[in-house]
């Protein structure tokens, strides 16, 4: 029943380590968002892709990248870690407002990411 | 730049006494808005957003363009209205930019 699925819910990874956070939807939506919220902060918006579109955001650190290979996937890589990554990474996904359809975000569980 | 502020981290009240969550935005174009909630161990989900003008779960949120605010009000809160809930603006067509959140706690 799940819509918005994300894996691990819990990892952990070392200083400097590659890591990979998993997103898949079931819901067929067009646009898939990556948020950052560290403890008591706003979730902050990463990136986001619309369709195969890729969005950056402005001050986004180059070491998180984004890869959706299909409309029901999308990843997020952190190529090197910092201790300062450690953060909930909310995964949200939504029909896009060209469509006129009443806008509303659909969020996954998230990884909650260690840097050890 | 688009702003959302939400000035109360923390907003304790008892069962059956009004409830306001405060949130003011700061945006050039026209805003949307939305109220979004998470419970205890769930995900963050809508609660309610300004276009559709809906009461949902007796909560509302009246958008004043004036006051740039849209603050969400409840006449009499319950046990289990207690939760995190974060007041979002969308710009630029797809994206959210949300408040820090405010942490409701309703006591018996």
């Known amino acids: 029943d799940a819509m918005v699925i994300q894996n691990p819910r819990y990892q952990v990874t070392q200083f400097g380590k590659p890591v990979t956070l998993s997103c898949s939807q079931t819901?067929?939506?067009?646009?898939m968002y990556w948020y950052q919220q560290k403890s008591s902060q706003a979730p902050k918006l990463l990136f986001h892709?619309?369709?195969?579109?890729?969005?950056n955001e402005a001050d986004t650190p180059d070491n998180f990248q984004s890869r959706r290979p299909n409309t029901s996937f999308c990843f997020l890589d952190i190529r090197s870690p910092g201790l300062g990554d450690a953060a909930m990474y909310l995964c949200?996904?939504?029909?896009?407002?060209?469509?006129?359809?009443?806008?509303?975000?659909?969020f996954g569980p998230g990884t909650r990411l260690t840097v050890t | 730049a688009q702003r959302v502020t939400q000035p109360e981290k923390l907003l304790s009240v008892f069962k059956g006494a009004p409830v306001e969550l405060k949130c003011n935005y700061s945006?050039?174009?026209?805003?949307?808005l939305f109220w979004y909630v998470q419970y205890s161990r769930q995900r963050l989900q809508l609660l309610l957003r300004?276009?559709s003008r809906e009461s949902i779960k007796g909560f509302t949120a009246d958008l004043n363009k004036g006051e740039t605010s849209f603050h969400l009000k409840k006449p009499f809160a319950q046990e289990e209205d207690s939760a995190m809930y974060y007041c979002?603006?969308?710009?630029?067509?797809?994206?959210?930019?949300f408040g820090s959140g405010t942490k409701l706690n309703v006591k018996p």
């Open positions: 892709y619309y369709d195969k579109d890729f969005n």
């Open positions: 300004h276009i």
């Open positions: 945006y050039s174009g026209s805003p949307e």
């Open positions: 819901l067929n939506h067009n646009v």
């Open positions: 949200a996904t939504s029909r896009d407002t060209a469509s006129g359809a009443r806008y509303e975000q659909y």
């Open positions: 979002a603006l969308l710009y630029n067509f797809n994206k959210f930019y």
